[in-house]
């Protein structure tokens, strides 16, 4: 964990869930975090609970969905902290059904924030990376996609977008900038609270709360990637519930 001393990480969606938990445990182990996202309320109290617990934290209230918002959060991290080590692209969106209900609005929302938006964060930090002349890209993506199921297949489709381009950056990659996949499974958020779709939304919530997993499991797999030599890269860490199928 010396390594994680010091670090500057931005991170999107990071008002609740995985990206809190990120956020939270990357501070605790000495990292300075600069908080993306809408909820600014959150964000603020965020900010309070990382510096009572004497670490150090910024934020700017972004909305993936625009690219101008990631560059002000990776220029928020350099001009706070004079650098940028590491952006996790955090935040995410699932609406489930079947492809010939024809979610069409909801298809849009995934491809926003789920493939658009992780380029935004990709392409916001690259140019800041490539002069620093180092960096780490930490994509957060998903079980879905590495198993196809009916109702996830835009979902899927998004997420397995994230992990092709994620495969072609690490090898036109001089090995300055390198790039992390982490796909968790089932983890306790109100992820499901965004779902239209009543029946699925039930059937989420039911899985969260029979089997889901503690989001600290993903932060520490965010730990462990962005820790490591500089010459060593963490491709794709998968981490679900023992009980998830």
Not at 95 to 107: A, M, N, P
């Amino acid at each position: 964990m010396e390594n994680i001393k010091g670090k500057v990480v931005a991170i999107t969606g990071a008002s609740s869930g995985m990206g809190k938990a990120i956020a939270i445990e990357l501070a605790k182990n000495g990292a300075k975090v600069v908080l993306g996202a809408r909820r600014t309320e959150q964000l603020q109290q965020l900010v309070e609970e990382v510096k009572n617990k004497g670490g150090e934290a910024t934020f700017a209230q972004i909305d993936v969905k625009d690219k101008a918002d990631l560059v002000r959060l990776v220029n928020t991290a350099v001009e706070q902290y004079g650098k940028l080590d590491a952006v996790v692209n955090n935040a995410g969106v699932s609406q489930l059904s079947r492809i010939d209900e024809l979610d069409i609005d909801g298809w849009e929302e995934m491809i926003d924030i789920n493939l658009k938006g992780v380029l935004y964060g990709m392409a916001a930090a690259i140019p800041i990376f490539k002069q620093q002349r180092s960096g780490h890209i930490v994509n957060i993506i998903s079980t879905s996609g590495i198993k196809i199921v009916p109702m996830q297949g835009v979902y899927a489709g998004t997420k397995n977008a994230i992990r092709t381009i994620a495969e072609a950056f690490r090898q036109e990659s001089d090995g300055n900038i390198r790039i992390t996949g982490i796909s968790p499974g089932i983890v306790k958020t109100d992820f499901a609270n965004n779902i239209k779709n009543e029946e699925m939304k039930t059937a989420v919530q039911k899985g969260m709360e029979q089997i889901a997993i503690d989001p600290i499991a993903i932060a520490n797999a965010v730990i462990y990637a962005i820790s490591q030599p500089n010459d060593v890269e963490i491709g794709d860490i998968v981490i679900r519930p023992s009980k998830q199928n």
